[in-house]
């Protein structure tokens, strides 16, 4: 297995875009928690829809990935949930939680994964420390969910957006083409 085949994509820079966005509206979101509710479940809302565009166009085009199906599944995951909270927005405030607990369980899960395929390679542990992390943070938000504290759940999307904004940063790098010299 070629590790520098399985993460490679034209549109690393993408990824990185998108979680650079992320690191900012989580930056903003902290500043102002409670007024920013509404508008960060909206934001999000179509942020997901951006990483779910982003997600697709990599799982289908022509240098994709090794398990582009996780990408194929987590793109069209992500914009259902995306247009969920763009077009209702009493259920984005209330179901908000929820929708981001499926999100980072299930991009915990694909971490997890991916640290056990990259077993035989040296930073293999943190891919599955961050799969560990991804899934705790989804299981806290079903709990923030359940206490419908704003609040609390105000500070964990701030939190969880810089977070995964930095996760999508990195894994941006891996993904940049390695230029072969000849």
Do not use: H
Not at 1 to 16: D, F, I
Not at 20 to 39: R, T
Not at 91 to 112: R, S, T
Not at 145 to 167: C, E, Q, R
């Amino acid at each position: 297995m070629n590790l520098k085949r399985l993460c490679q994509s034209k549109y690393w820079w993408a990824v990185m875009l998108i979680g650079v966005m992320m690191i900012v509206c989580g930056m903003a979101y902290w500043i102002l928690p409670v007024e920013g509710y509404i508008v960060a479940s909206i934001l999000f809302g179509w942020m997901l829809i951006g990483i779910g565009v982003v997600q697709l166009v990599i799982s289908t085009g022509k240098n994709r990935p090794k398990g582009w199906g996780w990408w194929l599944f987590g793109g069209i995951l992500n914009i259902f949930i995306g247009f969920m909270l763009v077009d209702r927005v009493e259920l984005a405030e209330i179901m908000l939680p929820y929708f981001l607990a499926i999100i980072f369980i299930y991009w915990g899960v694909m971490y997890v994964i991916e640290s056990v395929l990259m077993r035989p390679y040296k930073y293999w542990w943190i891919r599955l420390l961050n799969g560990m992390l991804m899934m705790f943070i989804g299981f806290f938000f079903i709990g923030a969910g359940y206490l419908n504290d704003i609040v609390m759940v105000s500070t964990m999307v701030a939190l969880a957006f810089i977070y995964w904004g930095i996760t999508l940063v990195s894994t941006s790098f891996e993904m940049k083409p390695i230029k072969e010299i000849s």
